[in-house]
């Protein structure tokens, strides 16, 4: 699949050099003390636990970035399902390069595939609403870019990137403030002096900040931990005059229910902050 547009080639080269010089440092002494350097092999990654994959193409990155010369065979690609026993690809050059970089790449892979498996497993409770399934900020720090991605390669969609791209204005926001009114008044009046394109979205809590949302004419009002009665009145007030999102508390079992009241998006921190690695190993070739 295409990368999304936050996964820059100067993003994905400022994580993995972080990360790589997090891990090595002055160097990786248990490869540099047994491995002689001239010595080729291959190793290939191994799916252990069906899911579907991603982080492959991070993977070949991370390889080519610490070693150019070494190749990657790639057999499935990100967003596949897999299942046991599946060999995701085949890395052959520097012994002491696969070795530098095998828990790197597995790390990656492993959190990014858990994500992907948990948010397909989740999306696919969707197909044939309107509804789209997003995620949220609630992201590892310094590893966002990897965990939004893989809810993207599971099929979710994503929501704002960070606090720079879009104007949201929770409940923290509006208690500080004072009221929905002032509070959107004041964003729009940033937005305008500022000269920058941002959407505005305010979160509510009951039907008369939904009210007070609409009155505001913000860009998206969202439903914020309430039952599928009062969402369905929420979504019926607004009666697309801007998008809705529904938030908070959410399960899986409760998806099919909360998009059947016309809600726009569904946002799940979950996707990001509890799914499970897959367990993935990277083994040498004999």
């Known amino acids: ?10 993003a994905l080269k400022t994580f993995i050099k972080n990360a790589l010089e997090e891990d090595i440092q002055d160097g990786d002494h248990s490869t540099l003390s047994t491995i002689p350097q001239d010595l080729v092999q291959s190793a290939k990654l191994l799916v252990k636990q069906n899911c579907i994959l991603a982080g492959v193409e991070l993977a070949e990155i991370i390889f080519k970035t610490f070693d150019k010369n070494l190749k990657v065979e790639v057999f499935i690609k990100d967003g596949t399902p897999c299942k046991f026993g599946d060999v995701a690809l085949i890395v052959t050059g520097s012994a002491r390069s696969i070795l530098s970089t095998e828990r790197f790449v597995l790390n990656c892979m492993q959190r990014m595939s858990g994500i992907a498996t948990l948010t397909h497993d989740w999306d696919s409770r969707l197909v044939g ?93 969202m439903l914020d931990n309430m039952d599928v009665k009062t969402m369905k009145q929420a979504v019926k007030m607004i009666n697309g005059s801007c998008e809705s999102e529904a938030s908070g508390g959410i399960t899986r079992d409760m998806l099919k229910e909360i998009a059947s009241t016309g809600v726009t998006f569904i946002s799940v921190g979950a996707l990001t902050h509890s799914a499970e690695n897959i367990d993935l190993s990277l083994k040498a070739v004999k």
Not at 1 to 10: G, L
Not at 148 to 173: E, S
Not at 185 to 196: D, G, H, P, Q, T
Request: charged share 30%; glycine share 4%.
């Open 1 to 10: 699949m295409k990368r999304p547009a936050y996964v820059t080639d100067k």
């Open 129 to 221: 609403t309107k509804t789209k399934l997003l995620d949220t900020r609630k992201t590892t720090p310094n590893f966002r870019m990897c965990e939004k991605w893989a809810v993207a390669i599971g099929g979710g969609t994503n929501h704002r990137y960070g606090l720079y791209d879009m104007i949201m204005l929770k409940d923290n926001h509006i208690d500080y403030n004072g009221s929905i009114t002032n509070a959107v008044a004041m964003a729009k009046n940033y937005v305008k002096k500022n000269k920058k394109k941002l959407k505005i979205e305010v979160e509510t809590r009951n039907l008369e900040e939904v009210q007070e949302a609409i009155n505001a004419k913000v860009d998206r009002i």
